[in-house]
């Protein structure tokens, strides 16, 4: 069923405190976490703790829900004090989409080039 937990998801694993990770925040609906592999310093994923495999799917089954996640990408950024970040979404294996539970990157505290890679 949409939004239910996958046994070999790993950020379903995270969202129920299966598998270890530097939570920074967490409401009702969502958790933010220290990326493991951060390629900026400030490197937070936000994500829905029920499991959709991408953006678009989250936003189409529960379009509430995406918005948890933007309102949350914003707390991420003013908890580590960001006047400028960006939030990536990659959707898809050639966007560089790597694990299938919907995430977004919250990245700051450096310069950002246009267009990305
Ligand atoms: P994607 O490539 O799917 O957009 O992003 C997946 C992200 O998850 C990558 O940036 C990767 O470093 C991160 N990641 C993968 N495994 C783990 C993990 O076990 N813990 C944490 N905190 N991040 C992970
Ligand atoms: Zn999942």
């Known amino acids: 069923m949409a939004g239910e937990p996958q046994d070999d998801c790993l950020f379903c694993k995270i969202a129920e405190g299966h598998v270890p990770a530097t939570i920074i925040r967490e409401t009702d609906t969502t958790v933010a976490f220290r990326d493991i592999n951060p390629q900026a310093p400030t490197h937070v994923l936000v994500i829905p703790k029920a499991h959709y495999r991408d953006a678009a799917a989250l936003a189409a089954a529960d379009p509430a829900l995406a ?13 580590d004090k960001l006047e400028s970040y960006r939030i990536v979404f990659n959707t898809g294996t050639g966007a560089g989409q790597t694990v299938f539970h919907a995430h977004a990157h919250v990245l700051g505290g450096r310069g950002m080039q246009w267009p990305p890679g």
């Open 67 to 79: 918005a948890d996640i933007l309102r949350e990408t914003k707390a991420v950024a003013d908890e």
